[in-house]
């Protein structure tokens, strides 16, 4: 079995960060293990929240993995709080990594042009720094346009696609994947560089009319399931688009009680489908 690292905070009430990963890669078939930065009452977009840092533990946790000879085959960052976390998770990459483990970086900072309450521009840089060490990261348009210093537009062509890609690719990650793009009219999804083949991918699905909160988790949380499974970047792009279109859809029946993030749950069992069918084609 797959083993993968995932490092994010626990936002007990939301649906983002681990109680999404955890869940969505365990029924993936990979055993997960997590390192939570944090410990909030809800994610940063509610008022009031509340936050138990968890920093100081980050090192005495994964020198005991260290003792204990854990290895993984790929780790997998999310929502981190502070620039002096992103250096010590990068010191935990760096400890952990072989030649053939798989890193996996959402920046997960900022959406709508906008960095979340907790950020400002200096954390971005600091994420960029994470980017660098990536085999992939996945930020959206408005955290690469951060990172990268190239403008955010919400109205865009593919060639400004390919230049945010490749600017992510000029920072340092083997494969960016850019989320949230509209390549046309009706339709959304991502796309990527892979700088070592120098060729671009990308996959589009049919738009849903409506936005919700954790999307962005669900996405990375498969994609980095699909990459460490071995299914390759294009049916990782797909299967991740997919099911997040899914689980959109999912909510929409569900009219009364949308606002605090996707029914991802009642859409499991079509990733575990989607997934049979792209290990074992007909
Ligand atoms: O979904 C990203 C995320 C994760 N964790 C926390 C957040 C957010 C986005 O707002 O606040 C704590």
């Given at each position: 079995?797959?083993?993968?690292?995932?490092?994010?905070?626990?936002?007990?009430?939301?649906?983002?960060?681990?109680?999404?990963?955890?869940?969505?890669?365990?029924?993936?078939?990979?055993?997960?293990?997590?390192?939570?930065?944090?410990?909030?009452?809800?994610?940063?977009?509610?008022?009031?929240?509340?936050?138990?840092?968890?920093?100081?533990?980050?090192?005495?946790?994964?020198?005991?993995?260290?003792?204990?000879?854990?290895?993984?085959?790929?780790?997998y960052?999310?929502?981190?709080?502070?620039?002096?976390?992103?250096?010590?998770?990068?010191?935990?990459?760096?400890?952990?990594r072989?030649?053939?483990?798989?890193?996996?970086?959402?920046?997960?900072?900022g959406?709508?042009?906008?960095?979340?309450?907790?950020?400002?521009?200096?954390?971005?840089?600091?994420?960029?720094?994470?980017?660098?060490?990536?085999?992939?990261?996945?930020?959206?348009?408005?955290?690469?346009?951060?990172?990268?210093?190239?403008?955010?537009?919400?109205?865009?062509?593919?060639?400004?696609?390919?230049?945010?890609?490749?600017?992510?690719?000029?920072?340092?990650?083997?494969?960016?994947?850019?989320?949230?793009?509209?390549?046309s009219?009706?339709?959304?999804?991502?796309?990527?560089?892979?700088?070592?083949?120098?060729?671009?991918?990308?996959?589009?699905?049919?738009?849903?009319p409506?936005?919700?909160?954790?999307?962005?988790?669900?996405?990375?949380?498969?994609?980095?399931?699909a990459?460490?499974?071995?299914?390759?970047?294009?049916?990782?792009?797909?299967?991740?688009?997919?099911?997040t279109?899914?689980?959109?859809?999912?909510?929409?029946?569900?009219?009364?009680?949308?606002?605090?993030g996707?029914?991802?749950?009642?859409?499991?069992?079509?990733?575990?489908?989607?997934?049979?069918?792209?290990?074992?084609?007909?």
């Amino acid at each position: 079995m797959k083993r993968i690292l995932t490092i994010q905070d626990i936002s007990c009430f939301g649906k983002c960060s681990l109680t999404v990963a955890l869940p969505l890669l365990s029924s993936m078939g990979v055993e997960t293990v997590i390192l939570p930065t944090a410990v909030l009452s809800t994610h940063t977009l509610f008022k009031g929240f509340t936050c138990k840092d968890l920093s100081d533990q980050l090192t005495p946790i994964t020198d005991h993995w260290k003792q204990e000879g854990i290895t993984f085959d790929a780790i997998y960052t999310g929502y981190l709080g502070t620039e002096e976390e992103i250096d010590t998770v990068i010191g935990i990459i760096e400890a952990f990594r072989n030649e053939n483990t798989l890193v996996i970086v959402d920046p997960a900072m900022g959406d709508n042009g906008k960095l979340y309450p907790a950020f400002n521009e200096h954390y971005a840089r600091k994420n960029a720094s994470l980017c660098a060490i990536a085999d992939i990261s996945d930020p959206n348009l408005t955290e690469a346009a951060f990172m990268t210093g190239l403008p955010y537009r919400e109205d865009y062509s593919e060639s400004y696609i390919r230049e945010m890609l490749l600017a992510l690719a000029g920072i340092g990650t083997k494969t960016p994947i850019l989320t949230g793009v509209s390549l046309s009219e009706g339709k959304t999804g991502a796309m990527g560089y892979d700088s070592e083949n120098k060729t671009f991918f990308s996959y589009q699905n049919d738009r849903i009319p409506a936005a919700y909160h954790g999307t962005g988790d669900i996405f990375s949380s498969v994609l980095a399931g699909a990459f460490v499974l071995g299914l390759g970047r294009e049916n990782a792009i797909r299967i991740a688009a997919d099911f997040t279109a899914h689980t959109i859809a999912e909510t929409l029946k569900d009219p009364a009680d949308p606002w605090y993030g996707v029914n991802f749950e009642t859409a499991i069992p079509s990733l575990l489908k989607s997934l049979q069918s792209l290990r074992e084609p007909e």
